[in-house]
């Protein structure tokens, strides 16, 4: 097996060249929180892509999924879902009310160098940084 | 038409890089984020590959002034730092550090049929969903 920071790299060029082609056919910004945010509004006409989008990442799991199993397996094994639950509900608050997670701030907000971006990764970054320190693994 | 296929394919090869990466382990995640414990420092590979990828296609799209798939750019121009968007991150990154799962590798786990990433992505719609009603304008 491969050296966790190698896959990471490669992993991150796959992220990278993803986002980058979102923006580069289309002009959008391949942020997951923006792109689901507004699946419940169903807008006539901006809603099927966002479907799109989370069945492709669905089918991508899938596939990843089966070609490297081990980085999935702890989330398969996580059954404290009063953690999930808890971590979802803020994830999903925070996200909206924030316009960005880590694709949309942490990627494409920093590649084009948007002191949004910037500020938005740098916060939820230190609070992860807290949460953690505070909370434990 | 091409928004809705090119979100499909996007959408794969994005969950494709996040489960190369290994930002669907929450230990992983949680690991990187525990800087002053054991502190696992390898997904910042992720973003640091990610990043200059995708800055490198900007610089391209941006002098091209529109995508070629659209007329336009759908890209934020906005540059304000507001409370909104200090809070917002600041209540997503407690809850990243509660579980160790941002939006994207949350749904990409749904493929490895996760039962945990289930409740994980219906309580993110759930949160998302009440920040609508909680910062309703």
């Known amino acids: 097996m491969e050296p966790s920071w190698i896959n990471a790299i490669w992993g991150g060029l796959i992220i990278g060249a993803s986002a980058a082609l979102f923006l580069l056919f289309e002009g959008r910004v391949l942020g997951v929180s923006g792109i689901t945010g507004r699946i419940s509004e169903l807008a006539k006409g901006d809603t099927a892509w966002r479907i799109l989008f989370v069945l492709g990442a669905i089918l991508g799991g899938f596939i990843a999924s089966n070609i490297w199993p081990e980085n999935f397996s702890n989330i398969i094994s996580e059954s404290n879902y009063l953690r999930l639950a808890a971590a979802g509900l803020l994830v999903g608050f925070g996200t909206k009310m924030g316009n960005g997670c880590t694709s949309g701030h942490g990627v494409c907000g920093i590649g084009r160098l948007s002191p949004r971006g910037i500020v938005a990764t740098i916060t939820f970054m230190a609070f992860g940084v807290l949460t953690v320190f505070i909370l434990g693994r | ?137």
Request: overall charge positive.
């Open chain 2, 1 to 137: 038409m091409h928004l809705i296929i090119v979100a499909f394919v996007v959408g794969v090869v994005f969950s494709l890089g996040l489960g190369w990466s290994g930002m669907t382990d929450p230990e992983r995640v949680l690991g990187f984020l525990d800087i002053t414990g054991r502190w696992d420092p390898s997904l910042m590979f992720v973003m640091g590959s990610a990043i200059p990828v995708y800055m490198i296609v900007w610089q391209f799209v941006r002098r091209r002034h529109k995508p070629i798939l659209d007329e336009k750019l759908h890209v934020p121009t906005r540059r304000d730092i507001d409370k909104k968007l200090l809070i917002g991150s600041a209540i997503f990154g407690v809850g990243w550090g509660v579980a160790g799962i941002c939006p994207g590798p949350g749904i990409a786990a749904l493929g490895s049929l996760s039962l945990g990433a289930l409740v994980f992505v219906s309580t993110y719609f759930i949160g998302a969903k009440l920040e609508g009603f909680f910062n309703a304008n």
